[in-house]
């Protein structure tokens, strides 16, 4: 199959590669980016694994070919952090032991990242459904919830901070 | 590797508190939560090649012929391998060896490996496969345990009469005499189906091969390093030694980040080897990642399993006898299959007090994936008819659930029926606990209907005493060495996969040395760099590999508190390391003002030697826990057992017999909690694998094809079917346990699935004794209850 020459926006940075127009989004940002951090767990949208944000919204770079979103901006797991500063999310998974092996984390962060921007105070329930798209084989979720609970404690305080500065 | 605390809140790695019982992330925890940590299917080598497998699409087949030369001819494949270039025969047990990289003359089930592949591409490797043409003689194949028992012609492999793997006949006491002095009796038939590991990381092999030196005669076959997703490097290492043909010297292996492993990783996966067999031909590194289809063929899962019980008891609760037929369904391979039926027999009465047991266990081969460990190896099918068994017993004598186990329950420290000795047992305070935070004198029996609470037990080891393959090397060592700078360096080759090894190590060593978890690294899991230790299986971990670290650290510290002793001019009985301090309680030296780092410093200058100062631990089971000298009793013995009792809260719905777990309290005997939060983790999970058995997960099959083999069809939970999960855990400080820890990532399993059972009962009035408990088999139980009120009337 031939090459096309396509341009990504991820994570902030543009990518100009050459591929075929077959090629997954998954595949091109684990195999030809080096973005390990998108997992691949199943092969049919199953778990939720290889979830990416495209424009803040979750989708599952399983499903997608790399050549259509050339007009999005992508974001990655690797693209969550400011710097070496954790996002709270990052945290909240840390100290409240929502990664056990890990593989389905940037997946739940990622999908957990677009709800706490939508809606900043969720309920148990509607985290709950947020992340209903994204299995976990370890924790049970019980952690799970507890680190995205910690996150949304995590930004109010640092609202609270930014409020008090100001 | 390790945390920086400037991104973690709350870590509790400040140098003043003990790090031992301290709720602290995993050290790897940033490394997963940044994408940065590396799993196998992320690492790549200049080069690599995309392996695959051609897998059989019969059940059970003659391979007449194999012609692979129009594969061969394909523009970008590098190698092509069948069986004829692996003859050597392996498996995970001694007694088990029967299996081959690529198949030898038979497949014996839909997904046995023909043939691999190695090429430029995937796709090329697919269309590789595709050219492969195998001849085969399609012969009968046996899909059924107990049908499989009887046959006598095409069997499954010839050297296994009437398909038995393996059969086990034990008779402790005399259960003759003890159902004679029963008041009640009762014979129940369970059975339980077929259930798979399902970690999120599909199994992934990146194998790559060194020429050899032609400077150098005694290395004609060059070396091979294996980067793999699995529980058992140093097991990988000594199989991949034996069917490559290699020294072990040459066999290099290393474990990355583990996606999970449940015990789906816990022996040698058909594609750990297949990519370095590639890889030499090859001659360029290959990696095979499974499809989610083949991890689910791949299998090593939770057999189907019939059990035939019968339970006597004194009108008080007091059990007399128990008898237990149990057939489970292998699959076409030994796999753990001869620990498996034993597990089940061995552990069945083994947290009761019971004078006499009789166990017929057989380990039946059929023509499907091969069947091995799975979380709760061979104990939680067991455990599921036993409690529930006794939970019916309660219900007929009027006994409450909570009573007739504590009517039972063993006196330590003391010796079972069957030999395994028990030492700290928290499974009263477990009871105790679930039944005051669960409100059960309130609930049981007094919920309105389609309510209801139930309640159970389990236990598990905390390792093998015993090894797979026996030997008098220490089931695992650890190496320590610090530095000048007073950087402490764990060498271990106990496997992370998620539960917690590594920090766990971690958090033993920098509490016996009184430091920070910051100053303490770990290397783990490569076998040219660390030392033996045989693996993540049977909740061994924290038991073995912690007391390793313990007693390494334990050496480091007697090292340097005899260098500042000696500078000192005191003895070191009057030091103690704390806070990242020494501690002196003679008067002269008061006022000590001595950091750790100083201290090492000291003692590397006292080793004179290149600067290091190393220590090393290790740990085997002592032989009063190794059991007894019958046939089979090899397995059970563990130098500890954890014990777990829940609760279990349900709503069923009559009109549709579905099933809402509402809330289950499970309280966990681990010894010593080392670190609370994974522990509570590793609890949730179990309980959480435990509830998908319970209603949920099975593998169907039609014949030899799996139905379900995608994650959602296997219908594994997300958050909507997972109930809040309230764990306690009970420290029964176990007398040779590190810090008195015990297991904490299996034993809770068991109890959860009769629990949910209970409840159910509780609920509706039924008791279901198949699992998993589905809509249909709960309205089916409802209607013959209707029909035989009915006909009562």
């Known amino acids: ?166 | 590797m390790s945390l920086n605390p400037a991104f973690v809140p709350n870590s509790g790695n400040g140098a003043n508190r003990s790090p031992l019982g301290a709720r602290v992330p995993m050290v790897d925890s940033v490394d997963k939560v940044t994408g940065a940590g590396k799993y196998t299917d992320d690492l790549a080598l200049p080069g690599t090649l995309a392996g695959k497998i051609l897998h059989s699409p019969h059940a059970h087949a003659r391979i007449l012929s194999v012609d692979t030369s129009a594969a061969e001819r394909l523009p970008g494949v590098h190698a092509v391998v069948t069986g004829r270039e692996t003859p050597v025969k392996y498996g995970i047990l001694p007694v088990g060896h029967d299996e081959t990289i690529f198949a030898t003359g038979k497949v014996r089930y839909i997904g046995d490996n023909v043939a691999g592949v190695a090429a430029e591409s995937e796709s090329v490797a697919e269309e590789a496969l595709r050219l492969i043409k195998v001849d085969y003689e399609v012969l009968p194949a046996y899909f059924d345990p107990e049908q499989s028992m009887r046959a006598e012609t095409n069997l499954i492999h010839d050297e296994k009469p009437r398909n038995i793997e393996k059969e086990y006949h034990h008779h402790f006491g005399n259960v003759e005499a003890g159902f004679a002095e029963a008041d009640y009796i009762r014979d129940d038939r369970f059975e339980c189906a077929e259930v798979t590991h399902a970690a999120l990381e599909p199994h992934s092999t990146l194998a790559q091969f060194d020429p050899s030196d032609p400077s150098d005669p005694s290395d004609p076959e060059g070396s091979v390093t294996v980067w793999s997703s699995t529980q058992v490097p140093y097991y990988l290492m000594r199989t991949l030694a034996a069917t490559l043909e290699l020294p072990e010297e040459k066999v290099r292996v290393i474990k990355p980040l583990v996606g999970g492993g449940f015990g789906g990783k816990s022996e040698v996966i058909p594609l750990e080897l297949a990519a370095a067999v590639l890889a030499r031909q090859a001659r360029a590194p290959v990696k095979i990642t499974y499809t989610r289809e083949e991890v689910f063929y791949a299998h090593r899962g939770r057999p189907r399993q019939i059990v035939e019980l019968k339970t006597g008891v004194k009108r008080d609760g007091k059990i007399t006898a128990v008898e237990a037929r149990i057939i489970q369904d292998g699959g076409a391979y030994c796999s753990y299959g001869v620990v498996t039926i034993l597990y089940s027999g061995q552990l069945l009465n083994a947290m009761y007090d019971i004078p006499n047991v009789k166990f017929d266990g057989y380990r039946v081969l059929t023509n499907k994936p091969a069947c091995g460990a799975m979380r709760g190896h061979g104990t939680v099918n067991s455990r599921f008819a036993f409690e529930t068994q006794l939970n019916m017993i309660a219900e007929v004598l009027g006994i409450d659930p909570a009573a007739i186990r504590r009517r039972n329950l063993l006196q330590p420290p003391c010796m079972t029926v069957n030999g395994l000795r028990v030492l700290s047992y928290g499974y009263p305070e477990c009871l105790e606990k679930v039944v005051e935070q669960s409100g059960w004198k309130r609930k049981y029996g007094k919920l309105p209907y389609g309510k209801g609470i139930g309640l159970a037990g389990s236990h598990y080891v905390s390792g093998a005493a015993n090894a797979i393959v026996r030997s008098e090397i220490p089931h695992t060592t650890v190496d320590l060495s610090i530095d000048r700078s007073g950087t402490v360096t764990i060498y271990t080759g106990a496997a992370e996969i998620g539960q917690g090894s590594d920090t766990m190590q971690v958090q033993v060593v920098a509490a016996e040395l009184g430091i920070g978890l910051n100053r303490v690294k770990i290397v783990a899991a490569d076998t040219a760099r660390t030392p033996i230790d045989l693996g993540s299986y049977s909740s061994r971990v924290t038991f073995m590999a912690g007391n390793a670290a313990l007693a390494a650290a334990r050496e480091a510290k007697k090292r340097i508190l005899a260098a500042v002793a000696h500078k000192l001019a005191t003895t070191p009985e009057n030091l103690a390391m704390e806070g990242e301090h020494i501690v002196c309680r003679d008067p002269a030296w008061r006022n000590l003002s001595l950091t750790f780092a100083e201290a090492a410093e000291e003692a590397v200058l006292a080793v004179g030697s290149d600067g290091t100062l190393r220590a090393t631990g290790s740990y085997s089971p002592p032989a009063s826990a190794q059991g007894g000298k019958y046939k089979g009793a090899g397995v059970g013995p563990s130098p500890a057992y954890s014990y777990s009792a829940q609760t279990a809260e349900v709503t069923v719905d009559p009109e549709t017999g579905e099933v809402k777990v509402d809330r289950i309290i499970a309280a966990h005997d681990c010894g010593k909690a080392i670190n609370p939060l994974n522990v509570e983790g590793q609890v949730q999970g179990s309980v959480w694998m435990g509830l998908g058995q319970a209603v949920q997960e099975e593998m169907m099959w039609q014949g030899g094809r799996l139905m379900n083999p995608g994650l959602l069809e296997y219908r594994s939970a997300s958050t909507l079917e997972s109930p809040p999960i309230e764990t306690i855990i009970v420290e029964s400080n176990d007398p040779e346990g590190p810090f008195g820890a015990k297991e904490a990532g299996e034993g809770s399993l068991a109890a959860t699935i009769p629990a949910v059972v209970q409840a159910i009962h509780d609920a509706v009035g039924v008791w279901i004794t198949s699992l998993p408990v589905t809509p249909e088999k709960v309205l089916r139980a409802l209607e013959e209850k209707r029909r035989r009120e009915e006909l009562s009337h």
């Open chain 1, 1 to 166: 199959m031939n090459q096309e020459s396509i341009q990504l926006h991820i994570n902030g940075r543009k990518f100009q590669i050459a591929t075929e127009p077959n090629r997954l989004l998954l595949d091109v940002l684990r195999q030809d980016l080096g973005l390990t951090g998108t997992k691949r767990g199943c092969d049919d949208s199953s778990c939720g694994a290889c979830t990416v944000l495209i424009d803040g919204e979750p989708q599952m770079s399983c499903l997608m070919l790399a050549v259509s979103y050339q007009d999005y901006e992508i974001t990655t797991i690797e693209g969550v952090a400011d710097g070496s500063r954790l996002d709270p999310l990052q945290q909240g998974f840390c100290v409240e032991g929502g990664a056990q092996c890990g593989f389905c984390t940037p997946g739940m962060i990622l999908t957990a990242k677009h709800l706490l921007a939508r809606n900043p105070d969720p309920t148990d329930e509607e985290i709950n459904q947020a992340l209903s798209g994204n299995l976990c084989r370890c924790t049970g979720y019980t952690q799970i919830l507890a680190s995205v609970r910690r996150a949304v404690e995590l930004l109010r305080e640092a609202q609270l901070q930014e409020a008090q500065l100001r």
